[in-house]
C-alpha cells in the first residue's frame, strides 16, 4: 500500500505506539531493488521485522515490498517526502499503527555534481533540503516511536535505534561535491546532536560514512566507467552493508557506536 499522508504533525515529544504485533523497521530513501535501502529493507525483514518503506517512485516500492512478501516478510509502502513535515508525520502515524517501531533509518540523499560556480542556489537547496531537512524531519518522526517504547534494566538494545546513512564528503569537502558535502555534514552534526540527547533515553543512534562506491544501480547506471575502475571487489557490496546496519541495531547498550565508517578493503584513505 501506498499514502501521501498530509494530516498535521503532533506537536507531542511521543506518542503511544501500538501494543500489538512483531516490531517494526521503517526505512526511508526506498528506490530500486539494487539500492541500499532496498537491500536494508530486505535484512530488516530477514529477521522478522515489518518493514515499512518510504520513498518518492510508488512503483520502486511496491516492487521492494512484493520481493520481501515472495521472500516470506511482511512489507509496507508508504510514498512520502522527506522533507515534508505534513507527510512523513503522516507516514510516522501509520508506521506505528503496524506495530512498536524498533529501527528507523534514513538513508535519502540528493546532490548536484559540478564545478561550485555552476552548482545554482536550487541544486544546492534541494541538497540540503532532502539530506539535512529531511534527516531532520524523519528523525524526529521516528524519535516520537522509539520514545513511546518501554526502557527497563533488562533490555540490553535499549529502546531502539536511529541509523542515518552518510558518506565520505561528511567528512571532507572537495570539488565537484560542494553541495553534497555541505548537505552531509550537516546530517552527520545532526546525528551527533541526536545520540548525546537520546542515547541517555536509550535510543541508540548511530551515522554510518560509505567510504568508497556502492554496487548497485545508482552507481552502474549513472557511473559505468568508475563502476568498471573499481575493478573487482573495489565497490561496497549492498547485502555486506545491510549486515553492518543490523549489527549496528543489534549492539549491547554497553557498547554502543556512534559512527561506523565502511569501505572496501581496497579503497584508498
Known sequence: MSTNAASSPSSSPAEPTASR???????????????????????????GLVVALTGRTPQQLEAVAAEIAAAGG??????????????????GQRVRALGPLSVAVFNASSAARAPTLEISVEQFTQAWRTSTLGGFVFA???????????????????????????????LRGKPPFAAFAAAKAGLRSLSQSLAREFGPQGIHVAHVVIDGGIDGERLRSGSPQRAAQAGEDGLLQLD????????LHAQHRSAWTQELDLRPFKEPF
Not at 511482511?74 to 507516514?91: L, R
Not at 555486506?240 to 549489527?247: F, G, K, N, R, T
Open 240 to 247: 555486506a552493508i545491510a549486515e553492518s546496519y543490523w549489527q
Open 74 to 91: 511482511t512489507a509496507h509502502a508508504f510514498v512520502a517526502d522527506v522533507a515534508s513535515e505534513a507527510e512523513v508525520h503522516g507516514v
Open 140 to 170: 524526529r518522526e521516528a524519535l516520537r516511536g522509539l520514545l513511546a517504547n518501554p526502557f527497563e534494566g533488562a533490555t540490553p538494545a535499549g529502546r531502539g535505534s536511529l541509523l542515518f546513512t552518510g558518506a565520505t564528503a561528511a
Open 21 to 47: 504485533g512483531p516490531s517494526v523497521a521503517w526505512i526511508a530513501g526506498v528506490g530500486a531493488s539494487a539500492g541500499l535501502g532496498a537491500a536494508l529493507a530486505r535484512r530488516f525483514a530477514q529477521d
